[in-house]
Every structure is written in structure tokens, then in C-alpha cells.
T-cell receptor
Framework: AQRVTQPEKLLSVFKGAPVELKCNYS??????LFWYVQYSRQRLQLLLR??SRESIKGFTADLNKGETSFHLKKPFAQEEDSAMYYC???????????FGTGTRLTVIP | KAGVTQTPRYLIKTRGQQVTLSCSPI?????VSWYQQTPGQGLQFLFE???????NKGNFPGRFSGRQFSNSRSEMNVSTLELGDSALYLC?????????????FGAGTRLSVL
């Protein structure tokens, strides 16, 4: 069965400090992993996806199939990074995403 | 390009009533997925429509149903409302019928059942 686990509900870091939001998944097929972000009073939006292998707003995430993880990292947190972050797993063919419970990141000035 | 539009933004209903929510996808997108978001359960997949056909369904009772029209607009219906149906209902659209495509979300419809 598909499952996404985000162990931290809340995470607080100081501005300029590194940040890592953890995500582990369970899926027997070929996983497609995403990070979605929801800023205050805004809609849920894609931050990045593993097949793009790009850095968005300084964030990166590497798919580790051995550890079934897709952790989100940023070397220097900014105040504008404060938001709710969701890790999501896409199925092989249909447009249904399995979401983790989310991590609320607060960057302290 | 206009984003995903959901109407209405807010709804208040009483137990036993039924409700219909609407979603207009981004122009050119043929796939529409629906999700329920609650504080306790988080974001849960309801169902997905592609080219007017329901292709996938989550683990929700039959009171939850939907449909998609030829212009890709989609509606979701909940019958015999229960208190536990109070939630934010999100709609997302995508270009094609594959889990490997980016989904674009609407702002949601917040349903309160009294």
C-alpha cells in the first residue's frame, strides 16, 4: 500500500540556519515524489518534483530509493520559507496523490 | 491563464442535506482530481476524472460522487451530509492522465456541516 510519512508536525529554525524536512514513503512501484507548499492564505502549490532534479527557492530534494526517503533541504532558511510543506507520492498512471500529514515550518527572525 | 476555480468558496449545510461543489480546471487540462482536507486526516484523495470518466476512486463512502462534463469542468456531490464531512474540499487539474504530471490546485471550498 502507498504511504507517505512526515514525522515532524512542527519545525522551527532560525533564519540562516539549515533546514531539513523529512519524508519517507512506502510504494511497491516506481515512485513519483513531489513536495507541495502552502503559504499563508495561498493555495497549495508545487515546490519541486524528484524527476526535475532542480532547485526551487534554494530547496532541493533527492530521492533515496534504498532508504525510501525524499527529504527536503535548504542550506540557509529565510523568513519567507515559513509555510506548510507536504510530501506527496504519485501513482503509476492515475492522477491521485498520496499526501503526508505535512510539516509546518517556522523560520524565526 | 486562469488558475483552477472552485465555487462556492464557503458553504454551510445541515446534517442530512446534500451539496454540490464545482471545479473549473485550467484551460486545456483534462484531468480533475478531488481531495478532502481535514485537521485529523490531512489530505485524502476522493476521485479523479479524465475525459468524463472516473478513473480512480479513494476510500470514501458512496455518498461522495462526482462527474465531469465535456468541457472538463467537474462537480462533486455529497448526499446525506454528516458532521464529519466538514472539511476543505480541494480540486486539482492536470494536463494528462498520469500520476507523473503536476497537479494545480484550486483555493478550495470550505464546507461546514451543522
Amino acid at each position: 500500500a502507498q504511504r507517505v510519512t512526515q514525522p515532524e508536525k512542527l519545525l522551527s529554525v532560525f533564519k540562516g540556519a539549515p533546514v531539513e524536512l523529512k519524508c519517507n514513503y512506502s510504494y511497491s512501484g516506481s515512485p513519483e515524489l513531489f513536495w507541495y507548499v502552502q503559504y499563508s492564505r495561498q493555495r497549495l502549490q508545487l515546490l519541486l518534483r524528484h524527476i526535475s532534479r532542480e532547485s526551487i527557492k534554494g530547496f532541493t530534494a533527492d530521492l533515496n530509493k534504498g532508504e525510501t526517503s525524499f527529504h527536503l533541504k535548504k542550506p540557509f532558511a529565510q523568513e519567507e520559507d515559513s509555510a506548510m510543506y507536504y510530501c506527496a507520492l504519485g501513482g503509476d498512471w492515475a492522477n491521485n496523490l498520496f499526501f503526508g500529514t505535512g510539516t509546518r515550518l517556522t523560520v524565526i527572525p | 491563464k486562469a488558475g483552477v476555480t472552485q465555487t462556492p468558496r464557503y458553504l454551510i449545510k445541515t446534517r442530512g442535506q446534500q451539496v454540490t461543489l464545482s471545479c473549473s480546471p485550467i484551460s486545456g487540462h483534462r484531468s480533475v482530481s478531488w481531495y478532502q482536507q481535514t485537521p485529523g486526516q490531512g489530505l485524502q484523495f476522493l476521485f479523479e476524472y479524465f475525459s468524463e470518466t472516473q478513473r480512480n476512486k479513494g476510500n470514501f463512502p458512496g455518498r461522495f460522487s462526482g462527474r465531469q462534463f465535456s468541457n472538463s469542468r467537474s462537480e462533486m456531490n455529497v448526499s446525506t451530509l454528516e458532521l464529519g464531512d466538514s472539511a476543505l474540499y480541494l480540486c486539482a487539474s492536470s494536463t494528462q492522465g498520469s500520476g507523473k504530471n503536476i497537479q494545480y490546485f484550486g483555493a478550495g471550498t470550505r464546507l461546514s456541516v451543522l
